[in-house]
């Protein structure tokens, strides 16, 4: 590749590798480019692999096979301060016998920039720190350590700024202040930030582009609206959001181009997916729909969608949220499915347990998935 | 009135219980204090005060070879600090941070002498030096390699701790941050062990000063401060000991003051840079 592709500062990582001492392999084949001024997250559970991907990229962990560029420049295997790559730590790490001022113009003192002043007092603004200017580490709430340690790395202006859960040590209120701070941030500088989370919610409000990472490997790549919409396996289906699948055997295609959809029978019911959301060859299949896309009425009243159509389903259990209702609701097979209703008061009151309800949703909402995949891949264990 | 203190006593139990252990942990530097300005010339109760005098304070090195034990001991003590400080910082930093064959045995071989009983290593040493033919040169150079020996366990164990509790996280962020390996460790590491490096050579200075057991054995006719004192022991310690005890007292202290002194005004300091 060269500047003519037009990658001048993007990230690229090709066949990156890295097994270490003892055998476990933390990151299988990664190829992965990441583009320029983009806000990248990769996305999956602890101990898959996204935590190294973010430490061989900042130099703190060697890969065993593969190759790292930002741009031009060969990074695989540069000591870390030879790479225009800065990280924001998990714990922060910030330096506790230096002040908040001290910690920030660490980076340019060695880049041998003479006097930083102005560059510290702009970056100490734009986090809203100036107040903190000369106080230690140990001084400040969590929050504030947080953006030190942000500060810290965007003074350098990096080509690429590493996140490594950054947010993870906030409680929940302080963390989605900050996933809108930092989402600013960026807009604001414009540089490339990785940001490494398990947490589905922070990557989606904040990336342009989440990679869900689960065991050494990408499982899917996409904007978060494609990742949720159409989902291509079940542990995506499953860690992002949440999904109801449903077993189901393939009858056959019908139609073309974009309207070509695939049959599928399900408990007798015969159901079409938009082929653009089948993700199997094979005759069986998991049939998969979001709990919102559900929607239900008691039996016998009209359902204003046109859509696959399914009666004598059982109200087991609700939960009332406020904002909206969770049913689940045993299927005629003895299935159990989730259905995630708002609160409109169309209806008039929650429907009861033990209610017999008619259940539908609208085929383009479906997606199909390969049966030979774990139906219960990526369920968070609690 | 007694009631009324039984009373106090009875409301501020933790701060009575406090003020007693503190006495009984300084009444022995109050009663030395006291003992520097006693005249003991008339008497034959050395032990007891008998009148105040500046005599003791103003000719301290009266007593004979008492001046020259404390160069030897002063001497002995800066030159084991110094050596002991080096090897056990560098052994602290090797069992510490890197991973090698062997590491744990190392851990457990440098602990074991702290474990040894002072009479069992005064005379294996004393045995060494004989046996390699230095039994002629007892004297100040085999007390202070005795002394660099036992004080490089402490050392190790001292700068350890600090160094096991340093996050590692701390020295890879300074590297992210365009600081080479050296900077690094002369911005980062240095300045975060130091505290530990400091302590372990004050305790590294007074094991050394201290120690009786071991240098008796191995001093030949050299004479320490503490051998010069247990020797006089016999006859009656000069008061002039009791000036050098004040002396030492006075000085821990004003490090320690100094110390807290320096770091209050350092972090003044810095605020009202902003």
Same mark, same amino acid.
Request: proline share 4%.
């Given at each position: 590749m060269s500047l003519a592709d037009g990658a001048r500062g993007d990230l690229r990582m090709a066949g990156l590798h890295k097994r270490y001492?003892?055998?476990? @392999?933390? @990151?299988?084949s990664l190829d992965l480019v990441i583009p320029q001024g983009s806000f990248f997250a990769l996305l999956?559970? &602890?101990?898959?692999g996204k935590t190294t991907t973010l430490r061989m990229v900042a130099g703190l962990e060697d890969a065993t096979k593969g190759t790292i560029h930002i741009g031009d420049q060969d990074?695989? %295997? $540069?000591?870390p301060y030879k790479r225009p790559v800065n990280t924001v730590f998990q714990n922060y790490a910030?330096?506790? %016998?230096?002040t908040i001022a001290e910690n920030v113009e660490f980076g340019p003192k060695r880049r041998g @920039?003479?006097?930083?002043k102005q560059e510290v007092k702009d970056i100490l603004a734009l986090t809203e720190l100036t107040e903190q200017?000369?106080?230690?580490? +140990?001084?400040?709430?969590g929050g504030q350590q947080q953006r030190v340690a942000l500060a810290r790395a965007l003074i350098n202006r990096p080509e690429v700024l590493l996140l490594d859960e950054?947010?993870? $040590?906030?409680d929940l209120k302080l963390r989605r202040a900050m996933q809108v701070e930092l989402k600013r941030i960026q807009e604001e500088v414009g540089l490339t930030f990785v940001h490494v989370t398990h947490d589905q919610e922070e990557a989606m409000t904040m990336a342009d582009t989440v990679a869900v990472m689960n065991a050494g490997v990408i499982e899917q790549l996409g904007s978060p609206y494609e990742l949720y919409t159409n989902p291509r396996t079940t542990f995506v289906a499953n860690f992002l959001g949440r999904s109801n699948l449903i077993k189901g055997t393939v009858l056959g295609r019908e139609g073309s181009g974009a309207d070509e959809v695939v049959k599928v029978d399900m408990f007798g019911t015969v159901v079409s997916i938009n082929a653009s959301r089948v993700h199997t060859d094979s005759k069986e299949g998991w049939i998969g729909i979001r709990p919102e896309k559900v929607l239900i009425q008691p039996e016998g009243t009209a359902i204003d969608a046109p859509g696959d159509h399914f009666s004598g389903a059982v109200v087991v259990s609700s939960s009332y949220i406020g904002v909206s209702t969770e049913y689940v609701l045993r299927m005629p097979w003895g299935q159990e499915l989730m259905c995630f209703e708002q609160n409109t008061g169309r209806r008039g009151g929650l429907l009861q347990v033990g209610a017999t309800v008619d259940v539908s949703w609208r085929p383009d909402f479906a997606f199909l998935l390969d049966s030979?995949?774990? +139906?219960?891949?990526?369920l968070e264990e609690e | 009135m007694i009631s009324r203190i039984g009373r106090w006593i009875g409301k501020h139990l933790m701060l009575t219980l406090g003020i007693l252990v503190l006495l009984y942990m300084y009444i022995p530097n109050f009663i030395v204090a006291l003992m &520097?300005?006693?005249? $003991? &010339?008339?008497?034959?109760?050395?032990?007891q005060f008998q009148s105040f005098t500046w005599d003791n304070w103003l000719n301290?090195?009266?007593?004979?070879g008492m001046c020259e034990s404390l160069r030897v001991s002063i001497s002995i003590g800066l030159l084991a600090t110094l050596v002991a400080t080096i090897i056990g910082t560098l052994a602290a930093f090797a069992l510490v941070r890197h991973r090698f064959e062997g590491r744990s045995t190392a851990n457990l071989v440098i602990f074991l002498p702290m474990a040894t009983p002072e009479i069992v290593m005064g005379s294996s040493l004393l045995a060494l030096f004989v046996a390699a033919g230095m039994g002629g040169q007892l004297g100040f150079w085999t007390v202070l390699i005795a002394h660099i020996m036992f004080c490089i366990s402490f050392v190790v164990v001292t700068v350890r701790s600090r160094l096991a509790g340093l996050d590692s996280n701390l020295e890879k962020a300074a590297m992210d941050l365009y600081a080479n390996e050296w900077q690094t460790f002369w911005k980062i590491t240095f300045p975060l062990v130091f505290p530990g490096i400091l302590a372990a050579a004050l305790l590294a200075f007074s094991l050394s000063f201290d120690d009786f057991i071991i240098t008796n054995l191995t001093s030949g006719t050299t004479v320490t401060f503490p051998m010069f004192v247990w020797g006089s022991a016999q006859r009656g310690v000069p008061m002039q000991v009791n000036v050098i005890g004040t002396l030492m007292f006075l000085m821990a202290l004003a490090i320690v003051v100094g110390g807290e002194v320096a770091s209050r005004r350092r972090a003044r300091g810095k605020a009202a840079k902003l």
């Amino acid at each position: 590749m060269s500047l003519a592709d037009g990658a001048r500062g993007d990230l690229r990582m090709a066949g990156l590798h890295k097994r270490y001492p003892n055998g476990f @392999v933390a @990151v299988e084949s990664l190829d992965l480019v990441i583009p320029q001024g983009s806000f990248f997250a990769l996305l999956g559970p &602890s101990g898959c692999g996204k935590t190294t991907t973010l430490r061989m990229v900042a130099g703190l962990e060697d890969a065993t096979k593969g190759t790292i560029h930002i741009g031009d420049q060969d990074i695989t %295997h $540069a000591r870390p301060y030879k790479r225009p790559v800065n990280t924001v730590f998990q714990n922060y790490a910030l330096f506790p %016998h230096l002040t908040i001022a001290e910690n920030v113009e660490f980076g340019p003192k060695r880049r041998g @920039v003479k006097d930083p002043k102005q560059e510290v007092k702009d970056i100490l603004a734009l986090t809203e720190l100036t107040e903190q200017a000369a106080k230690k580490p +140990a001084q400040l709430s969590g929050g504030q350590q947080q953006r030190v340690a942000l500060a810290r790395a965007l003074i350098n202006r990096p080509e690429v700024l590493l996140l490594d859960e950054p947010l993870g $040590a906030l409680d929940l209120k302080l963390r989605r202040a900050m996933q809108v701070e930092l989402k600013r941030i960026q807009e604001e500088v414009g540089l490339t930030f990785v940001h490494v989370t398990h947490d589905q919610e922070e990557a989606m409000t904040m990336a342009d582009t989440v990679a869900v990472m689960n065991a050494g490997v990408i499982e899917q790549l996409g904007s978060p609206y494609e990742l949720y919409t159409n989902p291509r396996t079940t542990f995506v289906a499953n860690f992002l959001g949440r999904s109801n699948l449903i077993k189901g055997t393939v009858l056959g295609r019908e139609g073309s181009g974009a309207d070509e959809v695939v049959k599928v029978d399900m408990f007798g019911t015969v159901v079409s997916i938009n082929a653009s959301r089948v993700h199997t060859d094979s005759k069986e299949g998991w049939i998969g729909i979001r709990p919102e896309k559900v929607l239900i009425q008691p039996e016998g009243t009209a359902i204003d969608a046109p859509g696959d159509h399914f009666s004598g389903a059982v109200v087991v259990s609700s939960s009332y949220i406020g904002v909206s209702t969770e049913y689940v609701l045993r299927m005629p097979w003895g299935q159990e499915l989730m259905c995630f209703e708002q609160n409109t008061g169309r209806r008039g009151g929650l429907l009861q347990v033990g209610a017999t309800v008619d259940v539908s949703w609208r085929p383009d909402f479906a997606f199909l998935l390969d049966s030979s995949q774990d +139906a219960e891949a990526g369920l968070e264990e609690e | 009135m007694i009631s009324r203190i039984g009373r106090w006593i009875g409301k501020h139990l933790m701060l009575t219980l406090g003020i007693l252990v503190l006495l009984y942990m300084y009444i022995p530097n109050f009663i030395v204090a006291l003992m &520097s300005f006693n005249d $003991a &010339s008339q008497s034959r109760n050395l032990y007891q005060f008998q009148s105040f005098t500046w005599d003791n304070w103003l000719n301290p090195c009266d007593p004979q070879g008492m001046c020259e034990s404390l160069r030897v001991s002063i001497s002995i003590g800066l030159l084991a600090t110094l050596v002991a400080t080096i090897i056990g910082t560098l052994a602290a930093f090797a069992l510490v941070r890197h991973r090698f064959e062997g590491r744990s045995t190392a851990n457990l071989v440098i602990f074991l002498p702290m474990a040894t009983p002072e009479i069992v290593m005064g005379s294996s040493l004393l045995a060494l030096f004989v046996a390699a033919g230095m039994g002629g040169q007892l004297g100040f150079w085999t007390v202070l390699i005795a002394h660099i020996m036992f004080c490089i366990s402490f050392v190790v164990v001292t700068v350890r701790s600090r160094l096991a509790g340093l996050d590692s996280n701390l020295e890879k962020a300074a590297m992210d941050l365009y600081a080479n390996e050296w900077q690094t460790f002369w911005k980062i590491t240095f300045p975060l062990v130091f505290p530990g490096i400091l302590a372990a050579a004050l305790l590294a200075f007074s094991l050394s000063f201290d120690d009786f057991i071991i240098t008796n054995l191995t001093s030949g006719t050299t004479v320490t401060f503490p051998m010069f004192v247990w020797g006089s022991a016999q006859r009656g310690v000069p008061m002039q000991v009791n000036v050098i005890g004040t002396l030492m007292f006075l000085m821990a202290l004003a490090i320690v003051v100094g110390g807290e002194v320096a770091s209050r005004r350092r972090a003044r300091g810095k605020a009202a840079k902003l």
